[in-house]
């Protein structure tokens, strides 16, 4: 079971510990002919990189990306796709005394559970550091979406307990506040709250939301393989995420049937995005969206809507209470560069992961239906065929 | 990418439809030695079974389940174990009038845009009778854990909004009203509830709690493979679940870190179940459990919590809008033998999931050391050795 | 590892004892769409089934097909197919004294040490019954290729190390034959040189080949999954099979560079079959075929050829040396109803083992190309694009 | 479809091309614990690196390694081991010609129906140079091994026909010559062979043989997984392998039964080797062991002994015949600096692709049994369970 490869078709690998090397991924099952530069994954491993404002990390990264592979005159090749990014400032220093006890909310207890012993300097692989190689094979996906006339913005729904209001969420505001949030109102009381939590040496959690449009309807299989449960899987896969939810979520289980059941419309008139083929609907709408954009685990041609709850930074500097390995008690004080939150830096993480999910699902999706296998071979019984040299 | 198979070592495939001639479930993977007969997982199955009480399906099947192979004088071979469950009252002439319209809520839709067509019978292959195979698979890897000294016991948390009193809840309860509730005043005002809201055809859903108890520490792989990663997965592989939360959950989100931390206390002091070896300690306890028992992606050895948010059953007996597959709005009323609520009849799928998921990571863990592995076979590079007939 | 579900894509799990109640398969990953009824699959298992001359094992079984689940109206759903056989001749009273010692050839041995016991009625799960599911998913796969334009035959290319010659090979005088063999005069020398060792109570192995035609160019993938990677551990996991060679095989390892190169030759120039599209040739062609028409793991557009070595069958009445499971020696010998030869029944095996193995790689090479993709989900990023209701 | 990772519970990634920046390979399932430093991994990539004699490529490549992450303090961590091999010498001015038409025996013509284009530069992802990551992960694959007491030697067998003399074979001498072979006299033949071939600029193919003694008995799944089935893909993913047998592979489909079944003989005496435990035996030996050491699909405690079939290398400098990508015929003769023969550097190839393999099955059958897997959790049903704080 190989725990640190994601995927089935489009696959990535990531690798790498906080205070190592270098940290990266190596994609393989990328389709070939996607234009892509160093460029286009810097932009968003930007958008995680430690020490863009004051409420974050003040680790000194750059996080430059390096291609070893699989891109050749600005085009992939189809073959696996190796990016690297080499660490700087590891002050390997600041964790040793970390290698004695088990911080609380960490995975260090865990982590010496499983193997035996760990590497100790800043988390090792449990660090976020880890996220680099998602967010890099993210921005591959992404690139695959976008060419199929997909959008994946993720963003923070709430931080702190301060939830943005939905009737004034406005994504392009989102660069505009260093919390990432759509709302304005929101991002100026979050700043307040912060500053406070900053103080009392504290930290804090929040949600993030994840919006796909335009995805195609009927992506994503039945039974174990429900687009949902994989994009589930996807979002806890990430550190600190404790609780997911489609659409309504948690609030569907409150509601009576008639309330969350979505009406579906008559097809849009405008055939480019409507209308009927062969006597069947193109793309149905649906009155509302409770559902989240995804029926008996299939995508429903509706946005999909998907909310994932992130704890607060298990790091502070507040004194806390735990033992040390060899089961004393102790009183600890974590110090160190660390994210009074992590939702900000997440969000590209969360757009990534639903990214790759999506992308590895589309690509699964391809061999669903015998008219459309025959179809994309140009084949059919009946094609002329050339056996020994001789038409037969 | 196989929709139906879950698991990575502990494998199964689920296969039938509602209103096929059987629905069943092959394991792959499960080890040789354990005392299994149909009588072990019948019990599982009649959990599930319709017509339990008036708050579920009247569907008459009473799911008798045959075990066709991979069990041999009482105990499994190691080899595939094939279940296979008939089908009985299948009244197929109900159902055909569904064929030429999507139901809102239901899979109709994304079905015939993912195959072009689709087994309009009972929802076919989307039907909650595919949870057959699972819980049949489910007894089975309940009977491993139960070997292993683990429990997994899930019961309905909240129906309809009505949610159980944790300082009242007793699991010994859950068989003694028809809700698989472990609170019975909670019960009684669910009954209440529910039959208002039969009275007004409509229907109700609810949350599902699951609590595993003595899991090994150090189960669940550190990055995409995580144990609630895949916990989740498999609890939103359920038809109608919207939501899932592990621990404190969504409520984390809200929490400061110096609240969600939970310590570590020093081991018990029975060396049975705690102390120390080669001084370490082996089993650390926590002050609070708000991590819901995984760190890191890996159990913590605290009790396991996790939570799935059910929608309301989609079927209901009231007037709803949608179209026909060609586009035109017609107004529905289904009829039918429908759960007014499926949470009760759920319960024992999410403990199965659960399960199977745990089964699946316990073993996908045995290789993580080598110190265990060399210990595991027996060998050394010491081990005397012997080549061609030769000892060397 | 799930050791008997076979394929990434298209995939099926068999399962089933040569003496408990029934066998089967479970295909999970075939296409919606195919048109598909019981008497397909029995044509195949009719190649399979025992007793069909007085060369192979006189059990009596009719190997009777059910199609349980997956097909509709007349074609398949894109769910799981289940499809089972019920034994009838079990007879496991011939089989008893088996239990104590281990036969040599077979996997007695090996199963008491993976599992620590075993079903050992006819070889419980290390029977050739195992194969039935083989072949009823084969011929779903078969049906897949059909609609290509692909064909797969397989024959028996050698007996007891009597060779067809391959100027007087013709693959309709299989049928009229027991061996199988296209060669009707090394079909006759088979004959007397069976009749030799059935009198002997010895047996014989052979030599199976597969020619598939039509193939498309470019399917298998170029590192690890290569297409003749996949076809080797296909039938390598056919049991007796001991060698597997694609081409020249192993007469390449002695051959020059310039003998074992095929060069090239200009596209035919029928366009349906060759020609040029976009300035690059559709279909090339090779003067010769020392390949076996895969290059780099990837098909090359020419016949694809590939043999397996089966060797004798285990099993012969002639008293053996062995010893019991508590290590005391013995003489014994094997009574039963035994194929003196399996390679005939095992063509059809090795037939269905090409195909899944064909049909798996075609679907998996389905994403290796951005273009194509698009092509395929009728997507672009120019499509018009429908948010919340308005047209962006 | 992940083609370029490799394994189930032992995995491993490769990447890179002949001519790019870096080659590579993540392992991802590497049990923590593993001694382990570069040295390790450089002593197996100098026996394949190019230059080592007259016989083998000129391109100055010093193939140093560097270890990215997954080892901390001299030991593996469990996590991802990254490894990097900077490419030198890449004159990619060599090889612009190439860009134009099919090399015969190559896989530029399917890489360019696969995938669209193709990176021409010395064949890009399907040169040889690709397999630097296989001996990597082997060399650590072959630690694990020797951890266990199992050796695994490869050898050349075969080169142009001519063949070590089985009586004479002692595999120190393996290092003496630049064939990599066993037999002294039968290396002087080839040397004399090879001059001649690379005066007529043409090349030579050969057969490896791989040896693995002290496997321990019951590895391997008894189906689709089979060990030998496994080995096969393993061999037949290496570019150039024709053909793979186990132990008398084609020889044994001419054997009567009688010749090729192996006899089982008593355990031997010395209880750390044979002897009995709880009334069974522990090792079995054979009297022969035509079958390999293979039976049923799993290990029989015998030496596994396989062999793969290597074409003669394609690139010649010969005149050879072929088409350009539009279809025109063309008369080439390939420069650059290529292998007269790949045979002993695909030795240590060989050797690791067979490693890995064992090492996957391995951890695969940890699972086997219930009786091992209480073992190894120390746990049983009986276990004193504590919950909520109270033993149970």
């Given at each position: 079971m190989s725990g640190s490869t994601y995927g089935k078709i489009f696959t990535f690998t990531t690798w790498g510990e906080s205070h190592g090397k270098a940290l990266g991924a190596v994609i393989d099952g990328c389709p070939a002919g996607i234009p892509i530069c160093e460029e286009d994954i810097q932009s968003y491993l930007d958008r995680r990189?430690?020490?863009?404002?004051?409420?974050?990390?003040?680790?000194?990264?750059?996080?430059a990306v390096q291609v070893l592979s699989g891109v050749f005159e600005g085009y992939t090749t189809g073959t696996p796709i190796s990016m690297a990014v080499f660490n700087k400032d590891q002050r390997s220093l600041d964790y040793s005394?970390?290698?004695s006890y088990y911080r609380p909310g960490h995975a260090d207890y865990t982590f010496d559970k499983k193997y035996g012993f760990r590497d100790y300097r800043g988390g090792g692989?449990?660090?976020?550091?880890?996220t680099i190689g998602r967010v890099a094979a993210g921005a591959v996906a992404i690139k695959i979406l976008n060419a199929l006339g997909i959008e994946v913005h993720a963003y923070s729904r709430e931080i702190g307990g301060i939830s943005c209001d939905a009737s004034q969420m406005?994504?392009?505001?989102?660069?505009?506040n260093p919390f990432y949030m759509p709302d304005a109102a929101a991002a100026e009381k979050v700043r307040a709250f912060a500053e406070q939590k900053m103080t009392e040496k504290d930290s804090m959690g929040g949600i993030i939301e994840c919006m796909v449009t335009h995805m195609p309807a009927g992506i994503g299989e039945p039974v174990f393989e429900k687009l949902d449960a994989n994009l589930s899987k996807a979002l806890f896969s990430?550190?600190?995420?404790k609780g997911v939810e489609i659409g309504d979520g948690f609030a569907a289980a409150r509601a009576a049937g008639s309330e969350n059941n979505d009406s579906f419309l008559p097809p849009h008139e405008d055939p480019a995005i409507g209308g009927t083929e062969n006597g069947r609907v193109k793309n149905l709408r649906k009155s509302t969206n409770h559902a989240g954009g995804i029926l008996g685990g299939m995508s429903d041609g509706s946005d999909i809507i998907i909310r994932a709850a992130v704890k607060p930074?298990?790091?502070?500097?507040r004194e806390q209470q735990t033992v040390t390995r060899d089961g004393s008690p102790v009183s600890i004080s974590i110090k160190g560069r660390h994210d009074p939150m992590i939702v900000p830096r997440a969000v590209v993480v969360v757009e990534s992961m639903v990214a790759v999910t999506l992308v590895d699902m589309l690509f699964a999706g391809m061999s669903a239906r015998m008219d459309k296998i025959c179809e994309f071979f140009g084949r059919t019984a009946d094609t002329p065929r050339f056996l020994n040299g001789e038409r037969i």
């Amino acid at each position: 079971m190989s725990g640190s490869t994601y995927g089935k078709i489009f696959t990535f690998t990531t690798w790498g510990e906080s205070h190592g090397k270098a940290l990266g991924a190596v994609i393989d099952g990328c389709p070939a002919g996607i234009p892509i530069c160093e460029e286009d994954i810097q932009s968003y491993l930007d958008r995680r990189k430690p020490g863009q404002s004051r409420f974050t990390t003040k680790r000194a990264e750059d996080d430059a990306v390096q291609v070893l592979s699989g891109v050749f005159e600005g085009y992939t090749t189809g073959t696996p796709i190796s990016m690297a990014v080499f660490n700087k400032d590891q002050r390997s220093l600041d964790y040793s005394e970390i290698a004695s006890y088990y911080r609380p909310g960490h995975a260090d207890y865990t982590f010496d559970k499983k193997y035996g012993f760990r590497d100790y300097r800043g988390g090792g692989r449990s660090s976020g550091r880890e996220t680099i190689g998602r967010v890099a094979a993210g921005a591959v996906a992404i690139k695959i979406l976008n060419a199929l006339g997909i959008e994946v913005h993720a963003y923070s729904r709430e931080i702190g307990g301060i939830s943005c209001d939905a009737s004034q969420m406005d994504l392009s505001l989102c660069a505009q506040n260093p919390f990432y949030m759509p709302d304005a109102a929101a991002a100026e009381k979050v700043r307040a709250f912060a500053e406070q939590k900053m103080t009392e040496k504290d930290s804090m959690g929040g949600i993030i939301e994840c919006m796909v449009t335009h995805m195609p309807a009927g992506i994503g299989e039945p039974v174990f393989e429900k687009l949902d449960a994989n994009l589930s899987k996807a979002l806890f896969s990430i550190g600190a995420v404790k609780g997911v939810e489609i659409g309504d979520g948690f609030a569907a289980a409150r509601a009576a049937g008639s309330e969350n059941n979505d009406s579906f419309l008559p097809p849009h008139e405008d055939p480019a995005i409507g209308g009927t083929e062969n006597g069947r609907v193109k793309n149905l709408r649906k009155s509302t969206n409770h559902a989240g954009g995804i029926l008996g685990g299939m995508s429903d041609g509706s946005d999909i809507i998907i909310r994932a709850a992130v704890k607060p930074t298990p790091s502070i500097a507040r004194e806390q209470q735990t033992v040390t390995r060899d089961g004393s008690p102790v009183s600890i004080s974590i110090k160190g560069r660390h994210d009074p939150m992590i939702v900000p830096r997440a969000v590209v993480v969360v757009e990534s992961m639903v990214a790759v999910t999506l992308v590895d699902m589309l690509f699964a999706g391809m061999s669903a239906r015998m008219d459309k296998i025959c179809e994309f071979f140009g084949r059919t019984a009946d094609t002329p065929r050339f056996l020994n040299g001789e038409r037969i």
